[in-house]
């Protein structure tokens, strides 16, 4: 009989376990250049968080087709793939929490809005692959954050219901993701975010994952708040 686990933790990618948002920026402003587009950091900063074929259709004036897209997705994300295999930007902690889980026992997933390689990536660099077996991403669900399906999926890949999961999330729409999804938040506030922003974790907000240990979890998982 397979044994359910306690709780489990589902880590967003971007701002949580890589210090990605200069990367994805300069890339983001880098592609809009060559195709006649305009990035400022604070269009950027609205949509970060978010799938990129989203912010295309929600915000660009005139957007271009499906096919478009999805090839100018493509060419920012192999830029970023290469700009963070040259200097892989970690999060201060991460690594160390990953490995603190696992000898834990607690089950790990990825919850991330971002593409199925850039996520490779990153857990390649963090040392995760044998250790983080549930991965969900963007090109995973229909609809990305603040919509529940990727939480809901990545609860349900480590067979456990989402109110047994605690998820750290570094953007207001992936907390409403973790809310919507019944889970756990605890706020992380990475480069570009504020303390205010993410007022809507309300199981705490911590400014990096230095001091997340898994005690501090399973309480928050248990008790609804941090000691």
Known sequence: MSVVAEFGVIFD?????????????????????????????????????????????????????????????EEKEQMYRDLIAVDFPHMPGAADLIRALAAAGIPMAIGSSGPP???????????????????????????GKPHPDVFLKASAGMGLASERCIVLEDAPVGIEAALAAGSKCLGIVSRGRTWDQLHRANHRVMDNLTPVSVELLRHIVNHGVGP
Not at 66 to 73: G, K, L, N, T
Not at 131 to 139: H, M, P, S
């Open 117 to 143: 390689k850039n996520v490779a990536v990153a857990i390649e660099q963090l040392g995760a692959r044998e250790l983080i077996r549930t991965v969900i991403t963007g090109a995973d669900v229909v609809r």
């Open 13 to 73: 990618m971007d701002g949580v376990l890589i210090d990605s948002y200069m990367a994805h920026l300069r890339t983001w402003q880098d592609c809009c250049r060559r195709h006649g587009r305009e990035c400022t950091a604070e269009q950027f900063l609205a949509g970060f968080g978010r799938t990129s074929r989203e912010v295309i259709r929600d915000t660009w004036e005139n957007p271009p087709d499906d096919e478009a897209i999805a090839a100018f997705d």
